[in-house]
């Protein structure tokens, strides 16, 4: 029986507990771009039943943190809401690994392609709920659609003949072989590709190829466009659960699936046919196989020698699809915070890997996070494994052995008081205020200043910073560029934006708690650091509305 009263109170509790944390996060992490995650561990006794919580305690926590993510942002405290995902993509992951293990511990049978890809969909996505139940629904409606048709069709086609069990079985488990005679697979495929590349759009999206959207299967799904890996994921689950087995192939080029008229060991050397969901579900053969994708060679030409990939071989090519994609971001903003998911979910995926642990290392130490995981994964490498394996173990720990401390040191530092900065007379703007780049014309919001160019010499040279008038002896402002870049800029090179507005940056609650029309207003830690730019920014926003000046807060 439940206890609603019991529920409630326990919801109420958790989600008080919860906010209270939240709101002393600022003070700690000003500093931190990136928080390690034992930085979170405060949150465990919150979530975690084994710690004491209550069962549900975990859905209480991301309901109210998603609230937080979702309410406009306008009308929220944005540094609340910054630090709401942060927390919430901690929750997320770290139930995530729970579900992994689940995943893992299923019969081979059972590690159905869809279910890695949710898995995937959720780690990257965490203000985003992502349900296996929806993304099920959806394949299940395309199923849907497809018998429809082929009842128009075939009316007397065997599936009409099917019990519901039968059906759900195919749903939940990985057949071992078409389940119906070749004439009536032919119609079902036939019919399969209709309703998908046809009448429901799906196809290859090869202008924005390494986009990540495109490889969420909840994105593909809704926006009906994505890459070969997620086509082929959503073309076999919905083929199974009509009783037709595909298999999925990761070659070193493209990824297909293969499909034989008929499976089983007497059948070894039956033609296979590769479908190629990425170019609208055609039938490749060696014979007919074009070139792919500009690669020179055909990538089914060694007939019958690749395997059918797992569904864990599967969600790993995934995971590295996300890391690409990273790397190739247009932006350096924000590019840490993806770079360093992807890798934490290969990490996951392949604990063991020493590649992707020397990676994931290379960004904890470039935040100054905590390597203490990595470091006891490194020191505990299974014996089984291949000597070159424990040869890089034992290498990459001696480098994170050098940077333990002097992370640690790092980490002392942010910790300090943050120590305020005094202005002078040279100094013409205050943190908050909008400023638009006097020649490329981005709006952009002040969050830090320097009397002088304190940048490197390298980057002084290349951002040719002795041809400005002033040179580098002048101020330099930190900025949030409405592109989702973060830039620093010459005071010489800035202007107030004649029409400030809403500045589009994922960091800004970082600094800032609301936006006041005209200007953001610094959170107490930006305020602590920056005393007199209050005063500042007040006077020079009075000066220039008087003198007419505009503003949106749309």
């Given at each position: ?145 497809t018998k429809e048709l082929l009842r128009e069709r075939y009316p007397n ?156 071989e599967v969600v790993t090519r995934m995971a590295n699809n996300l890391e ?231």
């Amino acid at each position: 029986m439940i206890n609603w009263k019991e529920e409630v109170k326990s919801s109420l509790s958790t989600r008080i507990k919860l906010l209270s944390h939240l709101s002393s996060m600022s003070n700690k992490y000003y500093r931190m771009e990136e928080i390690s995650n034992s930085e979170f561990e405060e949150f465990d006794p919150l979530f975690c039943p084994k710690k004491g919580a209550h069962p549900l305690a975990y859905y209480f926590l991301v309901d109210e943190l998603i609230s937080l993510i979702k309410h406009p942002a306008i009308v929220s405290n944005l540094t609340d809401r910054y630090y709401a995902l942060k927390i919430v993509h901690y929750l997320k992951q770290t139930h995530l690994k729970d579900e992994w293990k689940k995943f893992l511990s299923l019969p081979p049978k059972q590690q159905t392609l869809e279910r890695g890809a949710t898995i995937v969909a959720q780690w990257s996505q965490p203000e985003r709920h992502v349900s296996y139940f929806a993304i099920s629904s959806a394949l299940d409606n395309i199923a849907e659609q497809t018998k429809e048709l082929l009842r128009e069709r075939y009316p007397n086609h065997t599936i009409f003949s099917i019990p519901t069990e039968r059906f759900n079985f195919w749903k939940n488990n990985i057949i071992g072989d078409n389940q119906w005679n070749i004439t009536e697979t032919r119609q079902l495929i036939d019919a399969l590709c209709e309703v998908l590349f046809k009448r429901l759009g799906f196809y290859g999206n090869s202008e924005m190829y390494y986009s990540s959207e495109n490889s969420f299967i909840d994105h593909v799904l809704e926006h009906r466009r994505g890459i070969p890996i997620t086509l082929a994921i959503v073309f076999e689950s919905v083929a199974r659960r009509l009783g037709i087995h595909c298999e999925p192939v990761s070659f070193p080029s493209h990824f297909l699936l293969r499909w034989k008229e008929t499976y089983g060991p007497q059948f070894k050397d039956t033609e296979n046919f590769y479908i190629d969901v990425f170019n609208g579900g055609q039938f490749l053969t060696k014979k007919n196989c074009p070139r792919i994708g500009g690669i020179s060679r055909c990538p089914i030409e060694k007939y019958n020698v690749h395997e059918a990939a797992t569904a864990i071989e599967v969600v790993t090519r995934m995971a590295n699809n996300l890391e690409i994609a990273a790397r190739q971001h247009t932006h350096v903003c924000g590019r840490t915070a993806r770079l360093r998911s992807a890798l934490e979910l290969q990490y996951m995926i392949q604990p063991n890997d020493a590649n992707t642990i020397l990676q994931l290392g290379r960004i904890y130490i470039s935040q100054s996070m905590d390597l203490s995981e990595l470091v006891e994964r490194l020191e505990n490498i299974p014996e089984d494994l291949e000597l070159i394996s424990r040869g890089q173990a034992n290498l990459i720990l001696q480098t994170f052995n050098v940077h333990i401390f002097q992370s640690y040191q790092r980490k002392l530092q942010y910790r300090e008081e943050v120590r305020p900065k005094i202005r002078n007379p040279s100094i013409k703007y205050a943190i908050g205020l909008i400023v638009k780049h006097k020649f490329h014309g981005c709006l952009c919001v002040i969050t830090g200043w320097d009397t002088f160019c304190t940048a490197p010499t390298e980057w002084k040279n290349q951002m040719d910073v002795d041809e400005l008038r002033d040179g580098a002896d002048q101020p330099f402002y930190d900025v949030l560029v409405d592109n989702g870049s973060c830039q620093y800029m010459a005071q010489e090179n800035l202007e107030l934006a004649s029409n400030p507005g809403w500045i589009h940056h994922y960091q800004i609650g970082r600094y800032f708690y609301k936006f006041s029309g005209a200007h953001y207003i610094p959170n107490e830690a930006a305020a602590r650091e920056y005393p007199e730019d209050e005063k500042i920014c007040n006077e020079l926003l009075v000066t220039y509305m008087q003198n007419g000046m505009t503003y949106s807060t749309t």
